[in-house]
């Protein structure tokens, strides 16, 4: 199975959210390299660990946006570099200039098909798009057949479980359903973008990665969209 990704920024700041913590960048390099044994994976990060721009005072829009966007080529550079250092294979791409390799869709489909972990950093490229959005539309371009939101609860709730202790957890909901009740599963052109596309979507607790195939086959508590 073809997978993305999507590991929001603040994961890898550790138990802080912020900067780059040295043992969850390992932690999540082993996660990702067991997860790769026998999926083919793609992974979208956030960048709130460094520089979140719809959230920062005092700047242009889209100059913190772009900043943000640089924010996601830094965590996907080191998650890369920490994989590479314990001998799996990972590319990381990028859709704005920097120092990672210019994203090209056929050439991340064929490095995808190899075996090798392709990061694509730098969000859409454009402002005013999260990446979010961006994971939509990466899984979209590499044909992938599920998009994996990892998050700090275990799947979708009807309200905030970590105020509304009796919140239930859904096990399946329509992209229908989670756009009426504004439920928050993603920003609203990431999930009209799946809807459209018959892009499934399971949003888990970003712990439960190390029990992959139990998000998958349901197993382990998540929520299926679609």
């Known amino acids: 199975m073809r997978v993305l ?7 890898l700041g550790g138990t802080q959210g912020m900067g780059l913590d040295e043992r969850t960048l390992k932690h999540y390099a082993g996660v990702l390299s067991r997860i790769a044994e026998h999926h083919q994976v793609a992974v979208v990060t956030g960048g709130g660990n460094i520089m979140r721009g719809k959230a920062t005072q005092g700047l242009d829009r889209s ?34 200039p920097s120092l990672a390799q210019p994203y090209d869709i056929v050439r991340a489909r064929e490095l995808l098909s190899q075996g090798t972990i392709v990061f694509v ?16 539309l ?10 994996v939101k990892a998050t ?19 096990e399946a909901l329509s ?32 712990d439960a990665l190390s ?3 139990g ?9 299926i969209v679609r």
Do not use: W
Not at 139 to 147: I, S, V
Not at 179 to 203: F, K, P, S, Y
């Open 5 to 11: 990704l999507k590991l929001s920024g603040e994961v």
């Open 63 to 96: 100059k913190a946006d772009q900043i943000g966007m640089m924010a996601t080529v830094v965590n996907c550079m080191t998650l890369e570099q920490h994989l590479v250092a314990v001998g799996t294979r990972a590319c990381a791409m990028s859709s704005v």
């Open 175 to 206: 992209f229908d359903d989670a756009i009426a009740q504004n439920l928050g599963v993603m920003d609203l052109t990431a999930m009209v973008l799946c809807r459209e596309n018959g892009l499934n979507l399971r949003v888990c607790h970003v």
């Open 215 to 223: 998000i998958l086959d349901g197993t382990t508590p998540s929520t």
């Open 152 to 170: 700090k609860v275990d799947g979708v709730y009807d309200r905030d479980p970590r105020v509304h202790p009796e919140a239930r957890r859904f």
């Open 211 to 213: 029990s992959f195939e």
């Open 121 to 136: 950093a730098g969000g859409t490229s454009n402002p005013y798009f999260t990446t979010d959005s961006a994971a939509a």
């Open 138 to 147: 990466r899984a979209l371009e590499l044909r992938c057949d599920l998009l």
